[in-house]
């Protein structure tokens, strides 16, 4: 069974640029959920999508956004990149039958680097 | 908020060595508790989980209680190997669906 998978794997831009990132879920997962990591704030939730609709998302600005097509496939789009934005986005998926303990399963991640 | 606080790194060990990382939490109701793991180039793996008080949750030799009264949930392992070194996340979920708050993360070194 594939795993959660994210492209492209490193993306290097300028500020002012937008930039958009794809994460292929495992078959059958329905939930999709984005976090951006940095060694100055860790790991910070962004926000999930289930059914194509975002249920919760995180302290990020308007400049961050998501989306979750009908074969559960998500994309993350930022725009007016600033160097600030330099880190690595996970997208992580789950089944999502609703249990306490539910597992979610990471992909590898991209790395965006804003010059 | 809910907030989860892990020791600070890094952690250098030599090979055999017990490992503990502490890890407490601040949450409101009964949040679930896991540990990831994440290897250099990689992203997260789930190591290890509990979902109610007492519970403890162990895998490839690492264990870690759910402790209520003390609302911890430390990162023990008795005897650890070169493969073990990475970056060790503590995490709570609570109600909000698949929403994961994480610890800022200890890199565990260890050496032959």
């Known amino acids: 069974k594939a795993g959660v998978t994210q492209t492209p794997r490193y993306l290097i831009k300028t500020r002012g640029q937008q930039v958009t990132l794809s994460c292929s879920p495992i078959?059958?997962?329905?939930?999709v959920s984005w976090y951006q990591q940095t060694p100055g704030q860790g790991l910070q939730f962004l926000f999930e999508y289930f059914s194509e609709t975002q249920r919760n998302k995180g302290n990020f600005p308007g400049r961050f956004s998501g989306r979750q097509f009908s074969n559960s496939r998500s994309e993350m789009n930022v725009s007016t990149l600033e160097l600030g934005d330099s880190a690595l986005y996970l997208c992580?998926?789950?089944?999502?039958?609703?249990?306490?303990?539910?597992?979610?399963?990471f992909g590898s991640g991209t790395q965006l680097s804003v010059l | 908020g809910d907030s989860v606080t892990q020791m600070e790194g890094p952690v250098t060990l030599s090979e055999e060595a017990f490992l503990t990382i502490n890890c407490t939490y601040t949450a409101t109701g009964y949040p679930s508790l896991f540990w990831y793991v994440q290897y250099p180039g990689e992203g997260l793996q789930l190591l290890l989980k509990a979902t109610k008080a007492d519970d403890k949750g162990s895998n490839k030799g690492f264990e870690a209680t759910y402790r209520k009264e003390t609302t911890s949930f430390h990162l023990e392992k008795g005897s650890v190997q070169v493969s073990d070194s990475a970056v060790y996340f503590c995490?709570?979920?609570?109600?909000?669906?698949?929403?994961?708050?994480f610890g800022a993360g200890t890199r565990l070194a260890v050496h032959p």
């Open positions: 078959s059958g997962h329905r939930s």
């Open positions: 992580a998926s789950s089944l999502d039958r609703g249990s306490p303990g539910e597992k979610l399963f």
């Open positions: 995490a709570l979920k609570g109600g909000g669906y698949n929403k994961l708050i």
